[in-house]
């Protein structure tokens, strides 16, 4: 029994040192991608890069901003973000309201969701273009914005999903038993349920969205300028950096660089503000159960 005891009590431990220790790995490649990127791109780093547009020979080590590629990643991940928002949601709802939680249709929904979200960004790109040709449309930021809405689409309704099917089915037919019907049980009841769960899954997608290059690359364009209108070509920080990393001046290289940490600490500054707002929203809640 003392060697079964003690078998079990080692099996426990190195169990735990192994988790220990996948934690500190997966912090510590967090903390080495950021600090490669910040050194790198330290002496390239200032306010004029924040304020100004690209301007002539950007590209070539001179002056000039990214602010027309910040603004551009935002319209397009934060259009396509509300977009797949107000399609995916109605899906979620129509699988686990209205129809049952397991039943064939709502499985064979699920599995189209997982094959969507794994198919690779350069296909939704690829697909985009073949349609922008097809309907004789140039590369646009209503063309990335519709693009990426494809690639949000299943990471929000997969996420939107898993919350859903964790909500009490009391919940549902107490509100159903009390005259609510169907609709307003699931925009009404389910929804305020599910808010910071919802929140998570739309900053998963943004997050991938303003991420995104391969989808964009032939959708969006390129453009030294901010868009005024759905119609012209936009600049996103992903190409961007692409783009100054192809160059042979190490000056602009570590523009790269800059601009890359500018990209962590928008994606940085969202994610805690989401999850701020989603534990007030968990809290605000409970309160009024």
Not at 35 to 54: C, D, E, W
Not at 108 to 113: D, E
Not at 134 to 150: E, R
Not at 213 to 224: C, E, R
């Amino acid at each position: 029994m003392n060697i079964r005891k003690d078998r079990r009590f080692f099996e426990e431990k190195l169990i735990k040192g192994i988790m220990r220790f996948c934690a500190l790995l997966l912090a510590g490649l967090l903390i080495l991608i950021v600090t490669t990127i910040a050194v790198k791109g330290f002496s390239a780093l200032n306010l004029s890069m924040l304020v100004n547009t690209a301007k002539g020979g950007f590209y070539l080590g001179k002056e000039g901003g990214i602010l027309h590629a910040i603004i551009g990643s935002f319209c397009i991940a934060g259009g396509a973000t509300c977009l797949a928002f107000f399609i995916s949601t109605p899906i979620v709802l129509y699988i686990n309201v209205y129809r049952k939680k397991r039943s064939k249709l709502a499985e064979l929904i699920r599995f189209a969701f997982n094959v969507l979200w794994g198919i690779p960004s350069i296909v939704y790109g690829a697909f985009g273009f073949t349609c922008m040709l097809f309907l004789g449309l140039k590369a646009s930021l209503l063309a990335g914005i519709l693009v990426i809405t494809l690639v949000e689409i299943p990471i929000l309704a997969r996420g939107i999903d898993e919350v859903v099917q964790h909500v009490p089915i009391e919940i549902t037919q107490a509100a159903l038993s009390l005259g609510a019907t169907t609709g307003e049980t699931a925009w009404k009841v389910v929804i305020r349920q599910i808010l910071p769960g919802i929140i998570t899954a739309m900053l998963l997608a943004f997050g991938r969205g303003i991420g995104d290059a391969a989808a964009v690359l032939f959708t969006a364009g390129f453009s030294d300028y901010i868009p005024e209108s759905l119609m012209q070509p936009v600049a996103t920080l992903p190409l961007v950096i692409f783009f100054q990393l192809g160059t042979p001046f190490p000056s602009v290289q570590n523009r790269a660089y800059a601009s890359a940490f500018i990209l962590t600490l928008l994606v940085l500054s969202i994610s805690l503000m989401a999850r701020f707002f989603s534990k007030k929203l968990s809290r605000h809640r409970i309160d009024h159960m």
